[in-house]
């Protein structure tokens, strides 16, 4: 079934954003100290493979892990910008999940990072541009 398919590639997306957001913007020092955390032993490793894997070790570093207060702010907003993609994620990967399904979350994750300027502008711009580039906009 062509949905299903394309539900599926949705989530794929989803993923690719992700792993941009974490790798090209600031995010990448909240996940310097995510890192920190894993090799002091006070939190698991994250599975690259899994696709929320990161995002859940981003929320289990900052409720474990022992952080300055710089440390705690960075993987905070990470956390903050992140957690609509995770929800993204989970939602189309369902086996339910429809197409309706897919432009919603497309929809609530780039509001999510558009309302993100108000609190972290440069942040925002990031984001939106990696949103922008996935989907040549």
């Not at 954003?17 to 996940?31: C, E, F, G, N, V």
């Not at 890192?35 to 894997?53: D, M, Q």
């Not at 929809?107 to 558009?114: C, N, T």
Request: aromatic content about 8%; overall charge neutral.
């Amino acid at each position: 079934d062509n949905a299903v398919i394309g539900v599926r590639c949705a989530a794929h997306i989803f993923n690719l954003i992700a792993q941009d957001a974490y790798h090209k913007t600031p995010l990448k020092t909240a996940m310097g100290d995510v890192e920190k955390a894993i090799e002091l032993g006070e939190v698991k490793r994250y599975c690259p493979t899994r696709w929320n894997s990161k995002f859940d070790s981003l929320k289990e570093t900052l409720e474990k892990a022992t952080l300055s207060d710089i440390e705690s702010q960075r993987i905070q907003a990470a956390v903050s910008s992140m957690k609509a993609v995770a929800v993204a994620i989970d939602v189309v990967q369902t086996r339910t999940a429809s197409v309706y399904d897919v432009f919603m979350q497309f929809e609530l994750v780039r509001a999510s990072w558009e309302e993100l300027a108000t609190l972290n502008p440069s942040l925002s711009v990031q984001l939106l541009t990696i949103w922008d580039a996935r989907f040549k906009l």
